[in-house]
């Protein structure tokens, strides 16, 4: 039993059933034994492998379409360049490299970090470090709203999200002969194994679309009010300050079933409440409500777009072919293996999702072919 499983009975035992999102929160966030405030795990040797460690190209491309587009809006300066959620840093660094032969683009940048961890914080500034001098120093924040309202407050805005609001905490419902019931966690007995079960709906339940209410029973249905309030922050944004962002993640174009899954060491657990804290929680992201709530904020949607998809329209082949060059056949295949994980249908090709976010008279962004598509 974990720390944070004791904590969370003891809870369990004064005040009920609590819902997923509050143990998603806990799990992960508990200030002292939470997921990510202790040393996370990720890459080849941790829990799990984001885009940005599978290959440099990831981040570059990623890079270049920031630089792309602030090209299209007029390279404006300053610009912020803001990131929810950057890992080790490895996205970051990636992008500031591949557009280090624009130095006006750097000079330009305004960095801001969205991430609570302080033990990525660090690891972020060291990812940083070999950027000293060529962009005015970076600023960390616990939430994008925290963004201060300083005189590059009112600058466009270049925002990247890659694997951040998958692990936004949701609420769980399903569709019973009596109408909604919401999924909860509880202790059946005394230091037996937490369990889920059905309880009445909470107020969450309002932020289903009109259309999913009507689902016939046995449907199932996840909502993330964190992951739909970013999205309206985005968009409120992007409408004031002009700019883009692209959201990168695993889901789905539109709702979907119940998703809530535990990783450790590569693998996914069969129960998701196992040892609270020392697993990975993460859930598939519904892009189109995403979409929907970004244009509530004010903003233009664009996507989503399967990754691999998205990747082959920013030439990530003819990236490739430049780094295996005068690559030699043991870095060449490395080069191969990546490009394979990252636009395989079969690996994160078509299960991750790209999606990107303009201001509503902003000029088109690089990768879609038109707004909404």
């Known amino acids: 039993m974990t720390p944070l499983d004791s904590l969370l009975r003891r809870r369990l035992r004064l005040t009920g059933p609590m819902t997923v999102a509050a143990f998603m929160q806990e799990a992960l966030l508990h200030p002292e034994h939470g997921y990510y405030r202790r040393q996370p795990a990720l890459g080849a040797a941790g829990d799990f492998v984001t885009a940005p460690e599978v290959s440099q190209m990831f981040g570059e491309l990623l890079g270049l379409w920031c630089l792309d587009y602030w090209e299209r809006m007029g390279a404006p300066d300053p610009v912020l360049l803001v990131e929810l ?26 960095l801001h970090l969205v991430e609570a961890s302080p033990v990525l914080r660090q690891r972020q500034r060291e990812a940083l ?10 600023a960390w924040h616990e939430t994008l709203a925290a963004l201060p309202d300083d005189g590059t407050h009112g600058a466009p805005l270049l925002l ?82 002009g700019g883009a962002a692209l959201l990168v993640d695993y889901g789905y174009g539109a709702g979907g079933g119940w998703s809530l899954q535990a990783v450790q060491g590569h693998r996914r657990l069969e129960n998701p409440l196992t040892d609270p804290g020392l697993v990975d929680l ?47 056949a043991v870095q060449r295949a490395a080069v191969e293996r990546a490009l394979a994980r990252l636009l395989d249908p079969q690996e994160m090709g078509t299960l991750f999702q790209a999606l990107a976010l303009t201001a509503p008279d902003g000029p088109a962004p690089a990768g879609f072919t038109a707004p909404g598509g």
């Open 129 to 138: 470090a070999p950027f000293a001098g060529q962009i005015a120093p970076a």
């Open 85 to 110: 959620g950057p890992g080790r840093g490895t996205l970051i660094a990636d992008a500031l490299r591949a557009t280090r032969l624009r130095p006006a683009f750097h000079r330009a940048l305004r």
């Open 282 to 328: 993460s859930v598939h992201v519904d892009f189109m409500a995403l979409a929907r709530a970004a244009t509530q904020g004010g903003a233009r949607a664009h996507g989503p777009l399967a990754q691999g998809a998205f990747l082959e329209a920013l030439g990530i082949r003819l990236r490739a072919q430049r780094l295996t060059r005068d690559a030699d």
């Open 160 to 241: 990247l999200a890659n694997e951040f609001f998958d692990a936004l905490p949701v609420h769980q419902f399903e569709r019973g002969p009596e109408g909604w019931r919401e999924r909860v966690v509880v202790e059946p007995q005394i230091d037996a194994p937490l369990a889920f079960t059905l309880a009445p709906a909470g107020p969450q339940l309002g932020l289903l679309g009109r259309d999913r209410r009507e689902a016939p029973v046995g449907s199932l249905a996840e909502i993330s009010p964190a992951g739909l309030s970013v999205a309206d922050e985005i968009g409120r944004r992007l409408a004031q300050q």
